[in-house]
T-cell receptor, first 115, second 113 residues
Framework: DTEVTQTPKHLVMGMTNKKSLKCEQHMGHRAMYWYKQKAKKPPELMFVYSYEKLSINESVPSRFSPECPNSSLLNLHLHALQPEDSALYLC??????????????FGAGSRLTVL | KQEVTQIPAALSVPEGENLVLNCSFTDSAIYNLQWFRQDPGKGLTSLLLIQSSQREQTSGRLNASLDKSSGRSTLYIAASQPGDSATYLCAVPTQGGSEKLVFGKGTKLTVNP
């Protein structure tokens, strides 16, 4: 298995809803990432988990709450989002935390629309 | 602060043409450089990773070069095909071997049949 699987592919939610994005990989990678990508812009790093521990939070608002229950699974819990949070959310993984030394494998993304 | 620039922003070529995409970065003390491909509305696919000690990496019709001293990398695509149409992004670590990557804005490539 050489894939990062993200669900759902599309999500529409209201500003008062609570929803979650899910990411799964079975490549034995120990670092997992959440990126946010707005239209026609490059991806922006949000969070990095290394060995199931949060190692980087790029000053992301608390309405985004990451969780790494085990080495294969990464969640992003969403609550009280704003319309400007609408974007493509990308999950990625790599062998270890030093992503600069390892190839990043990205999922297909979850397209989020906040009404 | 590391900044990555990609030129041109968009490129349209006829099928079969060889082409070069450019990437430049401001801080030459990079650990490595990666080239990615992104199809519309999809995730990124890693194409090539060049370590700082390397000058070139090849994969099929793709060849990436790295010149650290001048802060430049090029992605050469030989005999382009319509299936190569996508946005190509380059990325470098913000510092050292950091897991934080800085991406360029990408070059949108269209290969016309």
């Amino acid at each position: 298995d050489t894939e990062v699987t993200q669900t759902p592919k599309h999500l529409v939610m209201g500003m008062t809803n609570k929803k979650s994005l899910k990411c799964e990989q079975h490549m034995g990678h120990r670092a997992m990432y959440w990126y946010k990508q707005k239209a026609k812009k490059p991806p922006e790093l949000m969070f990095v988990y290394s060995y199931e521990k949060l190692s980087i939070n790029e000053s992301v608002p608390s309405r985004f709450s990451p969780e790494c229950p085990n080495s294969s699974l990464l969640n992003l819990h969403l609550h009280a989002l704003q319309p400007e949070d609408s974007a493509l959310y990308l999950c990625a993984s790599s062998l270890s935390r030093t992503a600069g030394a390892n190839v990043l494998t990205f999922g297909a993304g979850s397209r989020l629309t906040v009404l | 602060k590391q900044e990555v620039t990609q030129i041109p922003a968009a490129l349209s070529v006829p099928e079969g043409e060889n082409l070069v995409l450019n990437c430049s970065f401001t801080d030459s003390a990079i650990y490595n450089l990666q080239w990615f491909r992104q199809d519309p509305g999809k995730g990124l696919t890693s194409l090539l990773l060049i370590q700082s000690s390397q000058r070139e990496q090849t994969s099929g019709r793709l060849n990436a070069s790295l010149d650290k001293s001048s802060g430049r990398s090029t992605l050469y695509i030989a005999a382009s095909q319509p299936g190569d149409s996508a946005t190509y992004l380059c990325a470098v670590p913000t510092q050292g071997g950091s897991e934080k990557l800085v991406f360029g804005k990408g070059t949108k490539l269209t290969v016309n049949p």
